[in-house]
């Protein structure tokens, strides 16, 4: 007899119940240390917090990274904010900072993650500012191409386009804390900063004079709209410089992911092209020819990589000033919570 659709779909679902309650977690290893459950936004932080952690490893505390582990699967800013409470010497959590850091207690919700005692919060606008970090970004072309040539001076590069962009910085920056998201909204601010191209010759200069036209076009507008707005931009100014919002450090503070997706893949893809046709001219230059000229030719594509993955994969951010921020806070919870562990062991009782 032939089943309807709503019988197929009931018949799965009962499938599906039955292989859920079927289910038993495999055993975790118990290696002597005090296991902390270390939850972050979504799946894409859990590598980069993992690496994070990694440099932390001792024999008293095993960090485990994943998502919140409730059955409605949720994921998010808002979902770890609303486990604040709930946070403890065993139970971490590990946000992107976003604006709070640098708004500290000029919002309600900037004052609760900045004073909760057990999240962790980038500085930077996000993870992915890190894996942009400028000094790091000749590595990932080199390991995505395997030519170490310095063709290009990515810290010079990224210093001139946060000079440039740094004012509209401050408006982005303003209009969010003041909730007037409206006279400077995200989409706004992308489509300002984002770069269209990349000319390699004479470091990406051309690009950048591009670029200071199409963000004082922009910063004449607002400043015409919003003249009160314009008249605070200076004191707003002075008080980020006192988070270490500098304009050659813009980039470290903008909105990540078009940082990564509309900045920075768009130089890395320009320079690794570049890499690649240097490698790929100066195989078919020499003296091979025929099947030693093919083979090596395959050798040399056969080990490129995906510039995007590199970049994700990359790790070369620890020499950043606001990582030793984020460094410092957890080193502070690892020496407090290892010292509880201690005393707890010998039967003392820790003052908090």
């Known amino acids: 007899m032939k089943q309807s659709r709503a019988e197929k779909v009931k018949l799965a679902f009962q499938s599906r119940e039955q292989r859920a309650q079927c289910y038993i977690p495999p055993c975790e290893v118990d290696d002597g240390r005090e296991k902390v459950n270390v939850y972050v936004e979504g799946y894409e932080d859990v590598a980069f917090w993992r690496s994070i952690f990694d440099h932390f490893d001792n024999p008293y505390l095993r960090f485990e990274i994943s998502v919140p582990n409730r059955e409605d699967l949720p994921k998010g800013k808002k979902v770890l904010m609303s486990m604040i409470p709930r946070s403890s010497e065993k139970m971490l959590l590990c946000v992107d900072s976003d604006f709070d850091y640098l708004f500290g207690d000029r919002t309600e919700q900037a004052k609760e993650i900045c004073e909760a005692e057990f999240m962790f919060h980038t500085y930077t606008y996000a993870t992915e500012n ?32 946060s000079r440039t962009i740094y004012p509209l910085f401050l408006w982005y920056a303003y209009s969010a804390q003041l909730s007037y998201e409206s006279v400077f909204p995200l989409v706004d601010f992308k489509n300002a900063v984002r770069l269209g ?45 006192g988070k270490g919002v500098e304009p050659e450090l813009t980039y470290l503070f903008m909105h990540g992911h078009t940082l990564m997706d509309n900045v920075v893949m768009i130089v890395l893809n320009a320079v690794c092209d570049r890499l690649r046709q240097m490698s790929i001219a100066k195989i078919n230059s020499s003296s091979k020819t025929g099947l030693p000229l093919k083979n090596e030719m395959s050798n040399y594509v056969n080990t490129l990589r995906s510039t995007r993955d590199v970049l994700l994969d990359n790790e070369n951010y620890t020499s950043c000033p606001l990582y030793q921020k984020l460094k410092a806070d957890i080193e502070n919870y690892i020496q407090r919570t290892i010292e509880k562990i201690l005393a707890e062991r010998e039967g003392v009782k820790v003052k908090k």
Not at 136 to 153: E, G
Not at 201 to 228: C, F, H, M, S
């Open 130 to 161: 890190y894996l942009c970090y400028a000094p790091s970004l000749h590595n990932v072309c080199v390991k995505a191409t395997k030519n170490d040539s310095h063709i290009f001076d990515f810290v010079e590069f990224m210093a001139a386009y």
């Open 197 to 241: 191209y990349l000319e390699i010759e004479n470091n990406g200069a051309d690009t950048i004079a591009w670029l200071e036209r199409q963000v004082e076009r922009k910063l004449a507008r607002l400043e015409q709209e919003n003249p009160r707005m314009a008249a605070e931009m200076p004191s707003f100014a002075e008080y980020l410089r």
